[in-house]
């Protein structure tokens, strides 16, 4: 049975809204967390912009001719099904084991995701129709661009399940941050956490390349010893 998407508090979005996926990266490291950011997660089109969302998991496997075909696209377990369970504000993750001569979705599917107001989708393989798929103002994140459809590559089984993406491991409800440099994923039970650490240390990096304009030097700087601390501490009051 499918899982269902939670609401994602919007407090938790404003302030992921303003963490770069670096100093997600850097504050999930410090969690013990190392395999966090989706290989192949590029953006399809520059200055796209930084969002936050639920994980909304679509599977893919390896073609098999008695599945894969154009038929298989009315199925009931099909993308086409998926789709209408997306809800508005997720992020759509789509497992497609770095294949890059298949594009997953063109144009018309891309374009039932934005009507859906999903808000953007995410995968380690490609699309095709990539004018099309532009054309949509969809947000993409993927490998690039295949002319051939997804059956030529893969077959569809599953959505809202464990999915591995650009070899991270993705769960239903998972949080997913994406900018310029790919997408990262938080575990929901991390979520409250490493929103927090992730503010305190973007606060602080702000502070630190403040100092770094003004000429200070790098050493007991970045990372601050107990001298800077106190004067990070200090401008955080006085602000």
């Not at 990266?25 to 590029?42: A, C, I, P, S, Y």
């Not at 051939?148 to 998972?174: H, I, K, R, Y």
């Not at 606060?203 to 010893?225: D, F, H, K, R, T």
């Amino acid at each position: 049975m499918a899982v269902e998407v939670q609401t994602l508090d919007p407090k938790i979005v404003e302030t992921l809204s303003g963490i770069s996926t670096a100093t997600l990266t850097t504050v999930l490291l410090k969690k013990g967390l190392r395999n966090v950011w989706m290989r192949g997660t590029k953006p399809l089109r520059a200055g796209q912009p930084r969002l936050v969302g639920r994980a909304f998991t679509l599977r893919f496997v390896p073609a098999r001719e008695d599945l894969a075909t154009p038929e298989s696209w009315s199925s009931p377990i099909s993308t086409r099904s998926a789709f209408e369970a997306m809800p508005e504000g997720c992020i759509v993750v789509a497992d497609a084991m770095g294949v890059t001569d298949a594009g997953i979705f063109g144009d018309i599917l891309c374009a039932r995701m934005a009507k859906r107001n999903v808000a953007g989708l995410v995968t380690d393989g490609v699309v095709r129709d990539g004018a099309g798929v532009l054309g949509t103002g969809l947000p993409v994140w993927c490998q690039g661009n295949a002319a051939p459809p997804s059956v030529a590559g893969l077959t569809f089984v599953s959505w809202q399940e464990p999915v591995g993406c650009g070899g991270v491991a993705v769960f239903p409800n998972d949080v997913v941050v994406v900018d310029d440099d790919g997408a990262v994923l938080i575990p929901q039970a991390l979520l409250d956490t490493v929103a927090g650490l992730a503010a305190e240390q973007e606060a602080q990096e702000s502070w630190i390349m403040g100092e770094v304009e003004n000429g200070a030097s790098l050493p007991g700087l970045y990372p601050p010893n107990a001298e800077n601390k106190a004067r990070y501490e200090a401008s955080r009051k006085k602000s």
